[in-house]
């Protein structure tokens, strides 16, 4: 019975709170519960506003579709066209149609900015009517796969030339002979064979293009194209 005793009173002991510990976590509970008031006051953040048409979300980019070039136009040409719009040569995509001849359809231009869009339009409005900039979408810009002014197109191959050939002509140039593809392109009614080429850098494309250019292959004149 003593034993029982004993064993409450210990147990009664135990769940006694000390007042000095009491005392020193008052202030350390309130400001628990001035937090947990804090957090529940708090309304939701705003959504975001949606971007500008042809912006991209987050990144402050807005896309352009620039078109009323030449064939052989580089995208040195564009960049002079758009000067002061902030922009370097990875900001511009030239598109080349499927199945056709080759001939850019347009160039997706890449903008830092809504302002930089801006200037574009006041430069082609000084520079003449033949250019035009209209809104683009990124979804128009990030499937473009760029050859990087790396590749010549050499229109005017005859039916009958073979890879030794296209070697026999380039000699002298830097260039990956497994690169060289064969393909026909549709020109004015008629359709034309056309070889591909990738050179080492833009360099030695455009060093093929100044030496290799209305060159004869077969007894057949044979036009470069460096493609952007």
Known sequence: MSITRSAIRSSLCLRKLDPEISRSSLPFLQEWRK?????????????????????SPGEGRFYGKFSGFSKHALKTDIMNVLEGCSLTSDDLKFNYPRGGNLTPAAVFVQFPSLSAYDKALRNIAKKGK??????AARAQWDPIVPYEGKVVALHGIPVNAITDDIDRFLSGCLYYPGSIQFLTVQGLGTSKRVALVR????TQAMN????????????????LQVLQ
């Open 35 to 55: 937090c947990l008031s804090t957090a529940t006051e708090q309304p939701p953040p705003a959504s975001p506003l949606p971007p500008p048409p042809g912006g």
């Open 199 to 202: 050179f080492t850098s833009q």
């Open 130 to 135: 033949l250019y035009r900039l209209e809104k």
């Open 208 to 223: 093929a293009y100044i030496t290799k250019n209305r060159n004869f292959l077969l007894n057949q004149r044979i036009t």
